[in-house]
Every structure is written in C-alpha cells, then in structure tokens.
C-alpha cells in the first residue's frame, strides 16, 4: 500500500514527466463544471474516483463521440498509478482530449467548407487574387502594401496560390 501512495501523491508531477497532455486550460468553467457533476454521479462511494471502465459512459451519456481503441490508450496515459480508477484531475484530462479536439475536427470542417466556395474549379487551391478579395471583405481597411505583405506570408511558397494547409494556417493564425 505504501509504495501506491508515494505514487497517488505526485499524479501532477507524474503527468508532467510521462508527457501526458494537458487540455484542461483551454475548457470552460461551464464544461469543467458539467464534467464534474458527470463525475460525481458516478463516483457512487465518493471515494473521489471513478472506474476506468465507467468513463465510456460518461462520454457517451454526453454526447462526445469517441473511439474505444484511442479512449483505452488516453486511460492508460492519464491513470497515473495504474489503479485502474481516475481521480477527478485525470478524467478531465482524458475528457478535454475529447473536447477539445472535437472542437478542432469542427472547425477544421468548417474551414474545408469555405475553402471549397473559394475553390470554384475543385483544384485543391485558390489564386492569391481571390485571397486579396477575402482579406479585403475581412478587413475594408488594409492597405494594397498590408495585403501584399500579408499575401506574401500566407503564400510561403510564393506559388501564387493559396492551398487548405496555407488557408488554414491564415484562419487559425
């Protein structure tokens, strides 16, 4: 018992040496707070952690789309001392890993969307022309020097065409 509790002392310090990720900072105080209200209802005993095994549940109760194989991974990443339960601290790591990247998936959907407008000849690319027209709807106030400037960076291989890589990069900054 006590080589366990050595390690359950230090599960920050653990995540930081394993290169576990860290998403928590970019959740909202909203989703922290449906997260532990998901997790405390689970934890039946309120022992302060849950089953691994319910996690599956919790996820899918909230709607979070999720592959069993990768969730199986994260739980063996984040349960730091390996006890087969997830304090509060490691199930909203493993659960931002989900929301946080769906939100990324989204809007990396979205921006495929609006590429594909751009896109009018379905060539996998856009002249730098018709991206002086965005920039200039996004911002009546740049300059023919700003967008050249600008145009000149987002095209970083000076083709004269902007593909989605080089779109995306521009939307997502």
Not at 87 to 97: C, G, P, S, V
Not at 101 to 126: P, Q
Not at 159 to 166: P, W, Y
Request: glycine share 6%.
């Amino acid at each position: 018992m006590d080589s366990n509790k050595s390690i359950l002392s230090t599960p920050d310090q653990d995540y930081c040496e394993s290169g576990a990720i860290d998403n928590t900072e970019e959740l909202p105080p909203e989703q922290i707070a449906v997260l532990r209200k998901a997790f405390d209802a689970f934890d039946r005993e309120k022992s302060g952690s849950i089953s691994c095994n319910m996690v599956e549940e919790i996820l899918r109760l909230m709607g979070q789309p999720f592959n069993k194989k990768t969730l199986e991974e994260l739980i063996e990443e984040v349960d730091a001392d390996k006890s087969g339960r997830l304090e509060f601290d490691e199930f909203i790591t493993l659960a931002a890993k989900f929301i946080v990247e769906e939100d990324a998936e989204a809007m990396e959907k979205e921006l495929r969307e609006a590429f594909r407008l751009y896109d009018k000849e379905g060539n996998g690319y856009i002249p730098t022309s018709c991206l002086r027209e965005i920039l200039r709807e996004l911002d009546d106030q740049l300059t023919s020097d700003e967008l050249d400037m600008m145009i000149e960076e987002i095209d970083s291989d000076g083709s004269g065409t902007v593909d989605f890589d080089e779109f995306m990069e521009m939307m997502t900054g």
